[in-house]
């Protein structure tokens, strides 16, 4: 029984590397800039925070300049969302993860969250204002800063 679940536990963990790729490569090719920053953004089906800061890292904006990430994922109801700067905005402090997710993003989806200044995550129960999540970054992103 223990073999079965190790086995079984590998399959997943396997099963989210090859999807952490897929949204990777998505990701990439989706890229908009948006006043001055590079923005990924995309909602990834089935994905909790863990596989949301599985893809964030392996999409490596952290040393990419003026980049910012959206990540959106919907599994069992909820919603979870991940917000990650590239190391120049986050020192600079043009920009703050915790904030946005903190006064932004938690209300729109009806949940709660944080963070540090280059990653901050939240999760909610209202799947309904994905679409009204992502506007709302632009805005802010397309704002003076």
Not at 36 to 48: S, T, V
Request: glycine residues 6%.
């Amino acid at each position: 029984m223990i073999e079965d679940r190790n086995e079984l536990q590998k399959a997943t963990e396997k099963l989210q590397r090859l999807q952490s790729r897929t949204s990777v490569d998505r990701l990439i090719s989706k890229k908009e800039t948006v006043n001055h920053f590079q923005l990924y953004h995309d909602i990834i089906l089935d994905a909790d925070i863990d596989v949301l800061k599985l893809i964030s890292s392996e999409l490596e904006i952290k040393d990419a300049k003026q980049a910012v990430a959206l990540l959106i994922g919907k599994k069992n109801g909820k919603v979870n969302v991940l917000v990650t700067l590239s190391d120049d905005l986050s020192k600079e402090g043009k920009l703050d993860a915790n904030k946005i997710i903190k006064e932004k993003i938690a209300p729109l989806i009806n949940g709660g969250g944080g963070g540090q200044k280059f990653l901050a995550t939240a999760s909610g129960t209202d799947t309904g204002n994905v679409d009204q999540v992502i506007n709302q970054f632009k805005e802010m992103l397309k704002a003076p800063v």
